[in-house]
Every structure is written in structure tokens, then in C-alpha cells.
């Protein structure tokens, strides 16, 4: 299967920047598009972006459009996740997920392996 591990969560101040990063491992020729998801406390996890395994596709949830972006090193295995202007409802524990498809989605149900996560947390 596919192990996915993420890392470069921490404590930021509102207005700051923040980069996240997943590195997939074992049968990672069955990790084609990859996603962040992020779900804080009380609410329900949701989309936060996604990409296709040539980069050529993303999405990005509205609430991140223009300050978040998505790229990946397919030689690394690994996934990221660049964070600018972050706001204190960007405070979430952020999750890396990858399917076998090769179709960037925004719907988790679509993704088959997830990393545990690794917490954000943006002060006002």
C-alpha cells in the first residue's frame, strides 16, 4: 500500500507563511493525484486542495484560492503545500491524502490512503 507522512506544521502569526509537506512511501506508483484536506476542531473535515500526478490539474477550495498553492516532486514522492496570508481560521490539523486514480478531486471519499496529519495552528 502507500504511506503517506506529513510534516512542517507549527505556530504562525496571522499574515504569515507556512509550508506543509507529505512524502509518500511503499507502492507509490499507486499514488497518483494528491490532496490536502484540513479539519478543525468541532467541524467536519474539507477540501482544501488538490493535483494531478503532472501537476496539470489542481483545485483549490474558495477559502484558499489565491493565498494557498499546491505542487508536488513526483522524483521525491512528496507533496506540498505552500501557505501564505494565513488567517486564525486557517488553524486546522491539515491532512494529505493520495488516490490511485489520476484525478484530482475534492470529495475525501474519492481518496484511498491518508496521512495523520499534522497540525496548523494561526494566532491572531
Known amino acids: 500500500q502507500v504511506q503517506l507522512v506529513e510534516s512542517g506544521g507549527g505556530l504562525v502569526q496571522a499574515g504569515g507563511s507556512l509550508s506543509v509537506s507529505c512524502a509518500a512511501s511503499?507502492?507509490?506508483?499507486?499514488?497518483?493525484?494528491m490532496g490536502w484536506f484540513r479539519q478543525a476542531p468541532g467541524k467536519e473535515r474539507e477540501f482544501v486542495a488538490a493535483?494531478?500526478?503532472?501537476?496539470?490539474?489542481?483545485y483549490y477550495a474558495d477559502s484558499v484560492k489565491g493565498r494557498f498553492t499546491i505542487s508536488r516532486d513526483n522524483a521525491k514522492n512528496t507533496v506540498y503545500l505552500q501557505m501564505n496570508s494565513l488567517k486564525p481560521e486557517d488553524t486546522a490539523v491539515y491532512y494529505c491524502?493520495?488516490?490511485?486514480?489520476?484525478?484530482?478531486?475534492?470529495?475525501?471519499?474519492?481518496?484511498?490512503?491518508w496521512g495523520q496529519g499534522t497540525q496548523v495552528t494561526v494566532s491572531s
Open positions: 491524502t493520495s488516490r490511485r486514480q489520476d484525478v484530482a478531486s475534492s470529495s475525501s471519499d474519492h481518496y484511498d490512503y
Open positions: 493535483i494531478s500526478r503532472s501537476a496539470f490539474t489542481t
Open positions: 511503499g507502492r507509490t506508483y499507486m499514488s497518483n493525484a
